[in-house]
């Protein structure tokens, strides 16, 4: 007999932790109260990512595994791998999976996206997504909490190294997909050409109209042709604080998953 959601809960939460609500409370998702929390820039990959034509898919740096459990509950047929360095969260990753009941869709995966060879054959993916550590590693004060340093600055990998593990990943036709700052455009893009995952699709984030990029959202093809698509910018806020239409629009998608897409 399959146990209630309610039931896991039960049995999967430990002290110090939240269990947070998405898609309309079909989805329980843990974190910590103290310590790594996923935030909006997931949200953002999630519902960028176009899962169509592709069967077997990597989240390199999963952490607590929001991302592939939004992306299964839109396609249940989908494979999804998560790659987590962090013991504990790489524990936190394998529980939510069960907490919601995706075990036949989700499967997690120990271990470092720098020797990912240990982990899996070359060209075993068609679809590989990232959400890495934004600021480099001698920049800005490092947390003291190490589950948040390294979500943050590049202690276990820099872009490099996560394009690196797609690359590997990938088979001919691919797609990978990352949300990076705006301010690293450039890297980010020169990094994807070397490794010949060729951008086609990009989209900036704004926090507002009139306010600068914060985020990059970019799609790449291995071994795709030169021709990029660069998709309207994304505005989360209006004026007075609250989120825009499409936002709005995004988290009613993630909450009804039928009509989410990417």
Do not use: W
């Not at 797609?175 to 050409?193: F, Q």
């Amino acid at each position: 007999m399959v146990k209630s959601i309610e039931k896991r809960l039960s049995e999967l939460k430990k002290t110090g932790e939240t269990a947070d609500k998405l898609m309309g409370g079909s989805v329980l998702v843990l974190q910590k109260e103290k310590g790594y929390r996923f935030s909006i820039d997931a949200i953002l990959l999630a519902h960028f990512v176009q899962l169509e034509g592709h069967d077997y898919v990597c989240d390199l740096g999963t952490g607590s595994a929001v991302i592939p459990i939004l992306l299964s509950k839109r396609n249940d047929s989908v494979k999804i791998a998560g790659v987590e360095i962090q013991d504990e969260l790489a524990d936190m990753a394998m529980r939510n999976v069960r907490l919601n009941d995706l075990e036949h869709s989700v499967s997690i995966h120990k271990g470092s996206l720098k020797k990912i060879s240990y982990l899996f054959d070359k060209e075993s993916f068609d679809c590989v997504f990232f959400n890495p550590p934004y600021r480099r590693l001698n920049s800005g004060r490092i947390n003291p909490d190490r589950e948040k340093a390294i979500a943050r600055h590049e202690i276990e990998g820099t872009v490099t190294d996560f394009l690196r593990a797609a690359r590997y990943l990938l088979s001919e036709g691919g797609s990978v997909h990352v949300i990076y700052p705006a301010t690293r455009l450039v890297e980010l893009i020169y990094g994807m050409r070397k490794m010949a995952l060729e951008p086609k699709r990009i989209r900036m984030v704004h926090s507002s109209d009139g306010s600068r990029a914060q985020f990059i959202l970019a799609e790449g093809i291995k071994g795709g042709g030169e021709e990029l698509l660069i998709m309207p910018p994304l505005y989360i806020y209006n004026d007075d604080g609250t989120y825009t239409e499409e936002m709005e629009e995004i988290f009613r998608e993630i909450s009804h998953p039928h009509s989410f897409y990417g």
